[in-house]
């Protein structure tokens, strides 16, 4: 089976399959190569392309030499597994805890540097927090890991948003995300979100579909929720990023407006009968009482009773979800490492263990 990789050099040369998915591939990644990552994510330096493989499957990659400096996670494991992991250390109640964890994490980091673990290829890396899969089989997975093994011996291999084995790679533990079946759920659970949704009229807010023009206020509302409440180390999309999604369709985007302003926002896409909201957030200076974020989730839900799919509600909010239907699943970064020195192995290793040994227990403990 062959795979071969597209990048700005050649992006005019990329066999598009004549499918939904490598329709919307090339609707969601051209702009982003042929402008440059930097001018819609802008934490994010990578040099970014599609891996088509078997002719048919398009698989957005990342690759990364481990330079770059002030990465967002989805592009740099130090990030993601140090940086942004220490900073989820003030959501614990014990001070003797977060000492010891901070303590743990700056070894954590010295490991990291020392095994190279952000010098990367990341496969289904659509440089959102939540990376949904085309239909996967296998064989796909064994051709794209011998080809970019093959093409960059010195870089590790991961796939982006795995909940599932794959083979002859090494499964570190990223985040607890939910799922929820709206469509699915018994009446207890539905009413509970259903009353939420009602608290869109009560509160009165309408429900509307933002235009390019709104581009700069949903992209204030995501940093409001995501990178001023939770971390900037989160992807830091622009107006660019809004816009182009937007004319194009490869994000749909709702909002929730009161007298010609609109206070929370959300967008989504599906691949394969999943939905998941990469952009989500609200006016976190109104009171809580009004209720925006159970508006928001409700919709989303609503959404995708209508269109008859499932929801993969991303991390975060854990009570919230369960109490809603969201069962959790630990999401994991799968390696392959094989073809690496001992040393660039060991640091992927010694992760992976670490986090199943300590970082996933507490995930559970904690609602993380």
């Known amino acids: ?41 802008a934490n994010v330096s990578t040099v970014y ?5 078997d002719g048919r499957v398009v698989l957005p990659v990342s690759v ?14 130090y990030t993601h597994y140090v940086t942004y992991a220490g ?6 109640g014990s001070a003797a805890l977060r000492g010891a964890l901070r303590a743990a994490l700056a070894g954590l ?17 659509w440089l959102l927090s939540t990376n949904l899969y085309p239909a996967l089989e296998p064989a796909h997975e064994r051709a794209a890991i011998r080809f970019l093994r093959e093409r960059f011996p010195g870089h590790a291999v991961g796939f982006c948003s795995v909940n599932r084995v794959i083979g002859d790679c090494v499964m570190v533990p990223g985040r607890r995300v ?33 235009v390019e023009g709104d581009a700069a206020r949903v992209v204030e509302l995501y940093n409001l929720l995501y990178l001023d409440k939770y971390s900037r180390n989160n992807p830091q999309f622009t107006e660019r990023f809004v816009r182009e999604t937007l004319r194009a369709g490869t994000i749909t985007y709702w909002g929730l407006a009161k007298d010609g302003r609109i206070d929370g926002v959300l967008g989504y896409f599906h691949r394969d ?12 200076a109104l009171p809580q009482p009004l209720g925006l974020y159970r508006m928001l989730s409700a919709l989303v839900y609503q959404i995708a009773v209508d269109e008859g799919l499932s929801v993969n ?8 979800k369960r109490l809603r239907g969201g069962v959790p699943e630990i999401e994991y970064r799968a390696v392959h490492v094989g073809h690496l020195s001992w040393r660039r192995r060991t640091g992927w290793v010694v992760l992976a263990w670490l986090l199943r040994r300590i970082a996933v227990p507490l995930m559970r403990r904690h609602e993380l």
């Open 178 to 210: 939910y799922l929820v079946r709206p469509g699915e759920q018994p009446g207890r659970l539905r009413k509970r979100w259903r009353r939420d949704l009602r608290l869109v009229g009560r509160r009165g807010y309408e429900v509307v579909r933002p």
């Open 313 to 320: 509600d991303s991390a975060g909010a854990g009570e919230f």
């Open 87 to 92: 900073e989820e250390l003030r959501v614990l």
């Open 49 to 53: 392309g599609v891996l088509v493989v």
């Open 109 to 125: 980091g010295a490991l990291c540097r020392w095994s190279e673990l952000d010098r990367v290829v990341l496969v289904n890396n």
């Open 64 to 77: 990364n030499d481990g330079g770059e400096v002030g990465n967002a996670w989805v592009c740099s494991p």
């Open 273 to 284: 009968g999943v939905l998941t909201t990469p952009i989500f957030g609200y006016d976190t």
């Open 1 to 41: 089976m062959k795979a071969e990789l597209y990048t700005r050099d050649n992006w005019d040369e990329v066999p598009w399959p004549e499918s939904a998915d490598g329709a919307y591939a090339r609707a969601y990644l051209t702009p982003l190569v042929e402008g440059g990552i930097e001018a819609f994510v």
